[in-house]
Structure formats: C-alpha cells, structure tokens
C-alpha cells in the first residue's frame, strides 16, 4: 500500500512538472504577442510585478511558520540587510536575462526563443568547471548537439534554401543566446543563495527588484499608455499570474517527490511547447530546418544533464532518491 501511494505521489508530481513545462513553454507565445503592445521592458516591469504580488500570499504564510525566517548558513534569524541583498543580486541577474530574451523575441519566433533559452541546461555543467566541479563526456555531446542545432536554426536556412551570400544570424537568436548565458548565471546566484534565504521569499523579493529595474529602463526608454496594458493585459496576465505564481508553485511542490532525473526532462520539455504554441497561435512556420534544429537542441539538453540523471536513476535504486 505505501509503495503504491508513493507511486502515485511520483505520478502526480510528474504530471505537474509536465504542465509547468507546458505553462512555461506557452508564456514564449505569450511574450511575443505582448510585443505588440508595448516595448520589452515595460511589459517585464508589468509581468514581474504581477509575479510577485501572485507569490505574496503563499510567503506570508512561509513567514508563519519560524523555520522559514531564519538565515540558513547561520541558523539565526534572517536580517532585513540580508533578505535585501540576496534579492537584489537575484533580481538583476533576473533583470539582465529577462531583459535580453524579452528584446530577443521580438525579432526571432516563440519557437526559437524557447529552445535557446533552454540552453542554460547545457551551459550551467560547463559553468561549473570554473567554480571547480567536475564534467564529463556527456557535457561537451550536449553542447556540441545544442549548438549545430542552433546553426540549423539560424544560419542554415539561409546557406542551403537561399543560396549563396553572406550569412547573417538573426539578431533575435544571437539576443536570447545571450540572455541563456545570463540564466546560466541566475541559476548559480539562485543555488548559493537558496542555502540562506527561504526559496519562496527570494523570489518574492527578486521579481519585484526585476520589475522596478524593468520600469526605470522602461520610463526612460518607452511609452507606456492605459490603451498599451489594456491591449496587451492578457499576454501580461498570462505571463505575470500563470507563468510565474501557478507554474513556480506546480514546481517547488512537484520537485518534492519528483527525482531529478524526471524534473530534468519534463522541464526540458518547456521548448517543445514554445514551438507548439508558436505555431498554433502565432502561426510560425515550422521548416525542416527548424524542426531539425530543434531535435538537435533537444538531445543536446538531455545529453549535457546525462550525469545527473544516471546518477539520480541510481540514487532511486538505492532508495536513497527524493
């Protein structure tokens, strides 16, 4: 009886998992159709308010409870100064992805910027040869499937369809690979500082930091109108409520009973609902360079994150796994 409660325990949390995967993967649609109404950053300012007002409830009731206001390295209470610089790190990490790949999008489709963002599971093991952990095989296949798939994507279209003539790489595609190096760098900040601060309070926190930097560029940079955010308040509400509090919260309960190894693939599978959403909403072509692409991408991600899931696969076996 309890094996077959855990089973279905597992079950759910994986089902859950998938639906955050397919949440994700609409809110690139979601993104893209904002663009029409307002400039990148206004709608990140709008979209992570929204975020953080959505989690607001659920750390009031975290800050209940005292194991959830203490600092976790040093086991006393957490200090104002302390919460205040731990989102402020995270929330320009944040800022600085979110605002590339929201740029990004613009001129690239929801498919595109869907799997390449995802590329942050292909970069974060090479990060973490230069913070002094080790790699493998699996590492380098990853990034080599990932980045002749983002080739297949960009630039081959052009070199086998077009014909001859200069390549030139989609300004939208170079724009959120730059943004996936930035998530790279958001994942790392987010794992040294979760050890501290509880999981929920700091994305509280760094969703409000991202949208007032998004609003100060915005300001400066942008118009924004009542006739702006009523024409695009569903892809805002979409993205700020759904995308951020329902599919975060699917997550952090999910991984709970979710091994490794199944939060790795269903998550990753967050491009292939982009690509989906793109085309059955936005209408984007989908060729078989792209679709090719997108393949290569896909076993790129998987590849790069082998280690972990054989070694979680293994972990399970012991039942020593989550």
Known sequence: MLACGMDKQALRADLWLL????????AFTAQRSGMAYMGPFSFNAFRFFLGSLTLAPLA???LRRPEHRLDGTSGKPLSLKTYAAASTLAGLCLFAAASFQQTGIIYTSAGNSGFITGLYLVF?????????????????????????????????PQLFDAGSGPIR???GDLLTLVSALFWTAHILVIDTLVRRVD????????FLVCGLAS????????????AALGGG???????????????????????????????????????????????????EPLGRWTLAGFALMFCGMLASQWRRIRESRMALDRGTAP
């Not at 639906?19 to 609409?26: H, R």
């Open 215 to 226: 609003l100060i560029i915005a300001l400066g940079r942008e118009t924004i109108s009542p």
């Open 124 to 156: 974060t093991p090479i990060a973490g040869i230069f913070l002094g952990k080790k790699t493998g095989a699996s590492t380098w296949t990853g990034a080599a499937l990932s980045f002749t798939g983002l080739f297949f994507l960009s630039a081959a």
């Open 233 to 283: 308040l569903i892809p805002l509400l979409y993205s700020g409520l759904c995308s951020v509090g329902i599919a975060y919260t699917l997550q952090v309960a999910a991984q709970k009973y979710a091994p490794p190894a199944h939060a790795v693939i269903l998550l990753s599978l967050e491009g292939v609902f982009a690509a989906l959403g793109g085309v059955i909403i936005l209408h």
């Open 169 to 171: 790489l989609n300004p």
């Open 19 to 26: 639906l955050t995967a397919c949440i994700w993967g609409f």
């Open 199 to 206: 999981p929920v309070l700091l994305s509280a926190g760094q």
């Open 60 to 62: 009031i009731v975290r």
